[in-house]
């Protein structure tokens, strides 16, 4: 998880069981929750009422050394709404976090590490913390079934709604069966977050992807919740699909378009496309292609076409499929998921029912221990490791992504096993062995740009399970310069192995330069036009600078494009990626190795014919020629020449379906662009 990712978790999209009623009542003294992750636990909450009328939470979970810890208290006023809120603790990053909230003298105010403010209130306003235990998500839950019209304005900005989605009865071990009743908060994400309450109005469960805060007596039907919440949700996904999915009735062409071919980086005006049955069936100039009888014609007037763009780091869940496809990204690679939840998602993906790409799915596998990752392919030995390879090569997977906690020799055996069924291998490089280590036992890819970085560092950083993977990167990274002989001679030992490097250069500007008070740098525009909540959710993220650390963290970010520019220059193969808020986000990972140097037209080769050919997709992707897969994008601009220029996607065709950018922000309750 990431810090963007970890936008979806903190603090209203978390599932959780809350313990008191309708009104606020008190928790029951030492009630706890478990926090899972992936079906693995990785944390608690603990409530308690106090004798003032106050509730507390603490609250605290690993996620490979990361994760959150607040501890809050609160008061609320008869409507359920908050008059009172004070929390500390660390983020996910673990920046500590100290925050509060007062409703006085009908003036509310708020401060915190990433906001402060005031505004008059009349009537009932919920104030939504920054960072909160999961416990918030009830509350607001509550106040809204007493609100009228199950409808509450939100502090500091925005509105929430309560829709009823249904019920589903469980027989309890006890013998007892209850109903719990499926309800959708609208206006806290970019589409309406699910949450279960039983008939008092408790909060059971509330499922965000892989993240759930159950009390243990739940935690058998888990996977019963998990299929109806589903049920619910795609049924949404599938209507929204319907709407947004224009199909044409016969060929498609497209006219005076200027085309841009990665194969030569070349761009040539005066260029048509015909479409037939979702393949590209000719290309030529406007004179040469005549469009045949009843075919839908699409005048480009002079705009950029070229292929579809590829993430490939992504993890997918909620509305990832859709912001992708907002922003261009037809073809993506998803670098570890859940083994059930996931499948089905791409499975709709390709038969239109939910927005989203292509996908090319890596499994992930990690070794156990207290800082795996969140995933069931846990393995301590080599038949352990066999099997898990094994069932991902027979469920369609490409790749094998080794992860933290993974035994160094085990790394072959993966490998071995795994490139014998065909399958690529990857990952971060495990902790106790250098990414030279890492190539040598048979790993084809190396995540994120660090891990190079942490090869230099072996002798003082051996695991890298922990924080140390991103504070020693900051501290040291300017000290390793394109121009050092050992920088020199790894990138050549690269080169030699053919090893890929997938980057994810926005999640380091992210942690490294970022501002708490303000947007990461790769979503500061595009923020402005996101829903209330989900504006203020894409604050923070930044790592805690240490005190006499400031110039180093100043100079890691440069250093780390310096070292981008010296791997593309040295014959490395690079491919986009970004592990962050989907679509978006790549479009500025592609403006960050244009501004690393690389030229543009090299960078959209990068993020089309390159990342077809690594993921093995180049028979049918990553170019618009005849014969291929009618997956392209249509610009008014010219990226070839000015990156951000990726931001004016006027059209979007995956396999000859047309989608409007601006027609699925408007679903996600994203504002036109200025």
């Known amino acids: 998880m990431t810090p963007m ?17 309708a009104c606020g009542a008190a928790a029951q003294p030492g009630t706890q929750q478990q926090i899972l992750l992936q079906g693995q636990i990785a944390g608690s909450q603990q409530l308690t009422g106090q004798a003032d009328g106050s509730l507390h939470a603490e609250f605290s979970f690993n996620d490979r050394g990361r994760g959150d810890h607040i501890i809050a208290s609160w008061k609320l006023d008869r409507a359920g709404v908050p008059t009172d809120y004070a929390g500390h603790g660390n983020d996910y990053m673990k920046a500590p976090i100290a925050e509060s909230f ?42 809204l079934l007493k609100a009228p019209h199950h409808t509450l304005a939100l502090l500091p900005a925005g509105e929430a709604h309560l829709d009823a989605l249904g019920s589903v009865s469980l027989s309890l071990a006890n013998g007892h069966t209850v109903a719990l009743g499926q309800y959708a908060i609208s206006g806290l994400d970019f589409s309406p977050t699910p949450i279960w309450l039983d008939p008092q109005t408790n909060t059971a469960a509330l499922l965000a992807g892989g993240f759930a805060v159950l009390a243990e007596r739940y935690r058998p039907y888990l996977p019963e919740l998990l299929a109806a919440q589903a049920r619910a949700t795609n049924t949404r996904s599938s209507a929204i699909a319907h709407q947004l999915t224009h199909v044409p009735a016969g060929d498609l062409l497209i006219r005076h378009a200027r085309l841009f071919d990665p194969r030569d980086l070349s761009t040539t005006a005066g260029m048509s496309v015909l479409i037939r049955t979702g393949h590209i069936v000719r290309v030529g100039t406007d004179a040469e292609i005549a469009a045949p009888a009843g075919a839908e014609v699409i005048d480009a007037s002079g705009q950029f076409l070229m292929p579809g763009l590829w993430d490939n780091h992504q993890h997918f869940s909620a509305n990832d499929g859709a912001l992708d496809l907002a922003n261009g990204v037809t073809s993506a690679r998803d670098m570890a998921n859940d083994t059930d939840e996931f499948l089905e998602r791409v499975a709709r993906f390709d038969a239109g029912t939910e927005l989203g790409p292509r996908v090319f799915k890596a499994g992930v596998i990690d070794g156990k221990g207290p800082l795996a990752g969140p995933t069931r392919m846990l393995v301590e030995n080599a038949a352990e490791a066999i099997q898990d390879v094994t069932w991902y090569a027979d469920q369609g997977y490409g790749q094998i992504k080794i992860y933290s906690s993974v035994a160094p020799a085990l790394v072959p055996v993966i490998a071995n096993a795994a490139h014998a069924r065909g399958l690529r291998v990857s990952g971060h490089v495990p902790a106790f062995m250098s990414a030279r280590q890492f190539v040598e036992a048979g790993a084809d890819e190396i995540q994120h740009l660090n891990f190079i970085v942490l090869n230099f560092l072996f002798d003082s950083v051996k695991d890298t399970r922990g924080m140390a993977r991103f504070t020693a990167v900051a501290e040291h990274v300017r000290e390793l310069g394109p121009e050092s002989p050992r920088v020199h001679e790894f990138i050549g030992f690269l080169r030699f192995h053919h090893t890929v490097l997938d980057p994810t250069m926005s999640v380091f500007e992210a942690i490294f330069s970022g501002d708490p008070t303000a947007p990461p740098p790769a979503l500061v525009a595009i923020s402005k036009r996101f829903p209330p909540q989900m ?15 400031e110039a180093a963290y100043r100079a890691a970010f440069p250093a780390m494009l310096h070292l981008l520019k010296a791997l593309y220059d040295g014959g490395i193969p690079i491919i986009p990626g970004t592990d962050a808020l989907a679509g978006y986000t790549l479009h500025h990972e592609l403006q960050l190795y244009a501004r690393a140097g690389i030229p543009a037209p090299q960078v959209l080769r990068m993020a089309t014919l390159d990342s ?3 993921s093995g997709a180049e028979a049918d992707r990553g170019v618009i020629a ?27 065709l995956k396999g000859g379906r047309v989608y409007d950018p601006a027609r699925i922000e408007r679903s996600l309750g994203i504002a036109p662009r200025p």
Not at 5 to 21: D, E, H, K, N, S
Not at 120 to 129: L, M, N, S
Not at 535 to 549: H, I, Q
Not at 631 to 643: K, N
């Open 5 to 21: 990712q970890a936008i979806r978790f903190r603090p209203l999209a978390l599932a959780v069981l809350l313990a008191f009623g």
């Open 102 to 143: 007062q409703v006085a003298d009908g003036k509310a105010s708020w401060r915190s590490g990433a906001e402060r403010g005031e505004q008059r209130v009349t009537g009932e306003k919920f104030y939504v913390p920054h960072d909160a235990p999961p416990e918030f998500t009830g509350v607001l839950a509550r106040a």
């Open 535 to 549: 504006r203020r959710a894409t604050l923070s993220g930044a790592l805690a600078v240490p005190p006499g650390k």
């Open 612 to 614: 077809a050919h690594v």
């Open 626 to 652: 005849q014969g291929k897969l009618a997956d392209m994008i249509l610009i008014d601009g010219d990226p070839a020449v000015r990156m951000s220029d990726l931001d004016r996607i006027r059209l979007v």
